[in-house]
T-cell receptor, first 114, second 115 residues
Framework: SQKIEQNSEALNIQEGKTATLTCNYT??????LQWYRQDPGRGPVFLLL?????KEKRKERLKVTFDTTLKQSLFHITASQPADSATYLC?????????????FGKGTKLSVKP | GAVVSQHPSRVICKSGTSVKIECRSL??????MFWYRQFPKQSLMLMAT?????????EQGVEKDKFLINHASLTLSTLTVTSAHPEDSSFYIC???????????FGQGTRLTVV
């Protein structure tokens, strides 16, 4: 069955450092991968989408890589700030189907200490 | 960006009663909306796909008679948890399709507690 793993349930880093979160998947060939931020008691907020033919995508302090050979995506937050503390979810999807085909990981809770 | 509004954000109800959760697309029309459930430290699990003007499509293991979905207009989908039990206590979230190349737009979520 399809499986998606975010390797760390929690990640603690110091302010100013780069946070790196990992998303691995098996038994699936996604057309794209998305990253979301979720704060406690709130719905997820879309951050970035990267397609299978893209190696890297950047948005401000965020960088996402996508390696379809390794079946892995890395999500980087550079110059991290305490305000970046949240749970980050990765999600896999394919075109042609409904958005309900999105498969979510359990998330990694990032804590940035001042 | 598109906004999806979900109401209420929190609700506490007694066992056996029913609870209705609303999901509205505020500045766009959503022919399809999605309902998820999320348990603590778990991933979002799709419950059903809500289609405007037609019956919802439920995922395997989700009781359609217990989780009633109505999508009567292009901007409103409702989820009614009928005869709620404590095990139905969870975080329910709706979302709307973001279109090709875009992410999904999620509501704020509803924390349901059944006592």
């Amino acid at each position: 069955s399809q499986k998606i793993e975010q390797n760390s349930e929690a990640l603690n880093i110091q302010e100013g450092k780069t946070a790196t979160l990992t998303c691995n998947y098996t038994n699936y060939s996604p057309a794209y991968l998305q990253w979301y931020r979720q704060d406690p008691g709130r719905g997820p907020v879309f951050l970035l989408l990267i397609r299978e033919n893209e190696k890297e995508k950047r948005k401000e302090r965020l960088k996402v890589t996508f390696d379809t050979t390794l079946k892995q995506s890395l999500f980087h937050i550079t110059a991290s700030q305490p305000a970046d503390s949240a749970t980050y979810l990765c999600a896999l999807g394919n075109y042609g189907g409904s958005q309900g085909n999105l498969i979510f990981g359990k998330g990694t809770k990032l804590s940035v200490k001042p | 960006g598109a906004v999806v509004s979900q109401h209420p954000s929190r609700v506490i109800c007694k066992s056996g009663t029913s609870v209705k959760i609303e999901c509205r697309s505020l500045d766009f029309q959503a022919t399809t909306m999605f309902w998820y459930r999320q348990f603590p430290k778990q991933s979002l699990m799709l419950m059903a796909t809500s289609n405007e003007g037609s019956k919802a499509t439920y995922e395997q293991g989700v009781e359609k008679d217990k989780f009633l979905i109505n999508h009567a207009s292009l901007t409103l989908s409702t989820l009614t948890v009928t005869s709620a039990h404590p095990e139905d206590s969870s975080f329910y979230i709706c979302s709307a399709r973001g279109g090709t190349g875009n992410g999904a737009f999620f509501g704020q979520g509803t924390r349901l507690t059944v006592v």
